[in-house]
């Protein structure tokens, strides 16, 4: 998403400066049997139900927990109850198809057993750093598991990203009380069943659960991937952007973590310093930026509007916006010295998309960008000069993912989005990061003239700011 101005000076994109800124269990539980072995610890009594839509009847049901082995069965409508140790966490398990179906214990006198609590159970292992299939001795184990469920909301939002995940992918809401909630199931298609297992229904019907009843591949891939992205972060501290990880968890993880729509709207303002780096070159730069609606080519449009202390050159960026989409409409830059005004106007055509902030993890987007730039040139007191010039490249953009980033404004949870742009001038790539939620450019790293005749990659991150006068972060 740069758009390049060509000048001594390290000036960053002006794009990319834009974006600165109960209880469970039914039918009839009490006939399931119990020989749980008492732990060391104190031990608590939970009921449940182990279902795939239909019941997993007379299965055996088995809790690990940290001082112990504790044992039940289901009865014939999937219904449980096990006396099992209170030093959680405890994996709950039975098998069903040749496979086991999973659920993390960890407190409370209600639990389910399903392919639901199979991916949360998936999930919460890989939020911990864990293998997904990571042995339940290992599991109860970890003290990184444990601290992680310690917190209620973070089970919460665990819920949450399995809900919205089956949601995206087979339109059935199942709530984000799954692992807890009242589940009855049917032994057969005369026995009474209830929504939550009605749901179970739905989803294998569109694929949800392979054919023995296991999540779907596909999904508990997803998740697992949304979920490993957060361990690797949360070893860090973000003490400027303490709620950054509990923005992104129980969503999808996209570039639109890092869209926002507030920037594009007119009145919006930015001052921001940056630390710059090239090599043994060090400095930095103050930019001002502000946005505006106007008419561009007959068309209203906003218009982003840079300048900054390196150089007399002003640069409009003229588009519009579409939810995350954003289409260039085309760019006026001017810059006057010494007596003489360069103006260069570039109008777009077709306009660009570009959809920057509206990918999936590992998604790109390939666009063209074609145009004709008319440059006037003035000396004061002459008669314009005026020379046009068709362009043309193309640009790949790829949302790499989700990582923390550290600049001299603090440590952040980003976007990475890294671009690929290819002319007549060779191939040169961009990588930037956004921040989560606030959409500001934290951090890039671009190639650049040295001044010696040569490209070599230079770097700007962000020292501080303020967004519509308030200071940032």
């Not at 398990?93 to 199979?118: M, S, V």
């Not at 077709?350 to 074609?370: H, I, T, W």
């Not at 043309?392 to 980033?405: D, I």
């Amino acid at each position: 998403m740069t758009h390049t101005i060509n000048c001594t000076a390290p000036v960053a994109s002006t794009l990319l400066l834009l974006m600165l800124s109960a209880c469970g269990g039914g039918g009839g539980a009490s006939s399931a049997s119990n020989n749980a072995a008492v732990g060391t610890l104190g031990t608590v009594t939970v009921s449940g139900t182990a279902a795939t839509g239909k019941a997993i009847s007379n299965a055996p049901i088995q809790a690990i927990c940290s001082n112990g082995t504790f044992n039940s069965q289901t009865n014939a409508t999937g219904a449980f109850t096990i006396a099992l140790s209170d030093a959680t966490p405890c994996v709950i398990n039975t098998t069903f198809n040749g496979h086991a179906l999973r659920a993390l214990y960890t407190g409370g006198n209600a639990i389910n057993i399903t392919p639901l609590t199979e991916l949360l159970t998936r999930y919460l292992l890989a939020r911990s750093g864990l293998g997904i299939n990571a042995p339940a001795d290992q599991v109860v184990a970890s003290a990184t598991l444990a601290a992680l469920v310690s917190n209620p909301s973070e089970i919460d939002e665990a819920e949450k990203a399995v809900q919205a995940r089956i949601l995206k992918q087979y339109g059935v809401d199942i709530g984000p009380t799954f692992l807890t909630e009242p589940l009855v199931a049917p032994a057969s298609n005369k026995d009474p069943q209830n929504d939550a297992d009605k749901a179970l229904d739905s989803i294998s019907a569109a694929g949800g659960f392979n054919a023995d009843q296991s999540p779907n591949t596909t999904d508990s891939d997803n998740l697992v991937s949304q979920a490993s992205s957060f361990y690797r972060l949360t070893g860090i501290a973000l003490p400027a952007n303490s709620t950054a990880l509990h923005a992104v968890e129980g969503k999808p993880i996209s570039s639109a973590l890092c869209f926002n729509p507030g920037m594009f709207n007119a009145g919006y303002t930015f001052n921001g310093t940056y630390a710059f780096e090239q090599g043994t070159t060090k400095g930095g730069f103050t930019t001002t930026q502000s946005v505006q609606a106007v008419t561009f080519e007959g068309q209203a449009a906003m218009a982003l509007t840079t300048s900054t202390n390196l150089n007399a050159l002003v640069d409009s960026l003229y588009f519009t916006t579409s939810g995350t989409d954003i289409e260039f409409l085309g760019e006026l830059a001017s810059t006057t010295a010494q007596g003489k005004t360069v103006e260069e106007k570039t109008v777009y055509s077709p306009a660009v998309l570009e959809k920057d902030f509206d990918l999936n993890l590992g998604e790109s987007q390939n666009r063209v960008l074609s145009g004709r730039t008319l440059t006037s040139t003035r000396i004061a007191g002459g008669a314009p000069t005026q020379s046009s010039l068709s362009a043309y490249s193309t640009e790949k953009v790829t949302f790499t993912g989700l990582e923390a980033v550290n600049t001299p404004a603090g440590q952040f949870l980003a976007c990475r989005i890294d671009q690929e742009a290819q002319s007549s001038a060779g191939t040169e790539t961009t990588s930037s990061w956004y921040g989560v939620g606030s959409g500001a450019l934290l951090k890039e790293s671009y190639p650049l003239d040295n001044g010696n005749g040569g490209i070599t990659e230079a770097h700007i991150s962000l020292v501080n700011a303020s967004i519509n006068g308030q200071a940032f972060p």
